[in-house]
């Protein structure tokens, strides 16, 4: 066999196990993507009756909570960038963490400072690898978040919203994540969570300007609040944004594993057309090693015979 056939048949059984692995990995991400959408439906009822309870509290009273009222000049703002923990998944992060930097540089043009927080490795190797401050950061749980894992993410940045800029607080509060839109489709983007626009509340999965349309003709309860409607916005509030963050974690981690799996269709795809190509080489290769060896052996036959009629007529 010749040193150049040697060279095609080793490529091609490397390509073809990395295919096995592509094609395994496309489909475990296609089984994920199913049970991330299923969380995200299952988490809609508890979204939705929350906001109704929040949207009642912020228009059936005149409470003034830091969570609903805005600063008159907001002098620092707080960014959450939500990306995964795992790579392989096309420009899913990317796409994030240039929305983020683009709110940003908005926010900073308009004279806030701006903390970020960010939700998965990715996201954080890009921000250290830049020498950028982090405030704080979340890992090991982008895959399968859980509500625990939102109220973890949720609980500093409620924090920082409460106190005052003076002591470290931010005056807003902002979330990068990116959309589930269908299994081709996903969208980063960034929405405001903190302080609270009553005109602009959303159940979680859904976008300001749907619920805005669903709720237009809606005529909601009117309640008297024990103790105080500030202390139910005390309660509220937080369950608020830690469903907020809890649906973003599960819309990304949909979003991920829905472009883990074209990536991995489209490299399973590009090695099925590469072990063509080199299959094809390969034969062309042989063909020709085969053509030479014939043209050898009737060559040293012609000679042989031309030898031989020499010989006899000698």
């Known amino acids: 066999m010749g040193a150049q056939l040697r060279v095609y048949k080793r490529r091609i059984r490397s390509v073809t196990a990395t295919k096995k692995i592509t094609k395994a990995m496309e489909m475990i991400a296609a089984s994920r993507v199913v049970k991330a959408q299923r969380k995200v439906r299952s988490s809609s009822p508890y979204a939705r ?8 509290v912020g228009t059936g009273s005149d409470a003034k909570h ?3 009222t805005e600063a008159e000049n ?4 707080a960014v959450l960038l939500l990306t995964s923990d795992r790579g392989l998944a096309g420009a899913f992060n990317s796409n994030a963490i240039k929305a983020a930097e683009q709110l940003t540089e908005r926010l900073e043009r308009e004279g806030q400072e701006v903390d970020t927080y960010i939700v998965g490795r990715r996201g954080l190797a890009h921000y250290n690898f830049r020498e950028r401050t982090v405030a704080e950061s979340f890992t090991g749980f982008t895959d399968e978040p859980s509500y625990a894992d939102a109220k973890k993410v949720a609980t500093p940045l409620i924090e920082a919203i409460e106190k005052d800029t003076a002591d470290g607080g931010v005056d807003e509060l902002h979330i990068v994540y990116t959309e589930f839109v269908s299994m081709m489709t996903q969208t980063a983007l960034g929405s405001r969570l903190l302080p609270l626009r009553l005109e602009e509340v959303a159940e979680a999965g859904t ?5 805005a349309a669903s709720t237009k003709d809606e005529i909601l309860p009117l309640y008297d609040f024990e103790p105080s409607a500030e202390d139910v916005l005390d309660a509220l509030l937080p369950r608020y944004v830690e469903s907020r963050i809890y649906n973003a974690l599960l819309q990304s981690a949909a979003s991920k594993h829905a472009a883990t799996r074209r990536a991995m269709k489209s490299a399973t795809d590009n090695a099925g057309e590469l072990i063509n190509t080199l299959s094809r080489l390969a034969n062309a290769a042989r063909q020709a090693e085969i053509t030479q060896e014939i043209s050898e052996i009737v060559g ?3 000679a042989l015979a031309d030898a031989n009629a020499g010989s006899d007529n000698s």
């Open 207 to 211: 976008s300001a300007a749907e619920a």
């Open 74 to 77: 907001p002098t620092r703002a």
């Open 300 to 302: 040293g036959a012609g």
């Open 49 to 56: 009756e929350l906001t109704r309870a929040v949207t009642a």
């Open 66 to 68: 830091p969570l609903t």
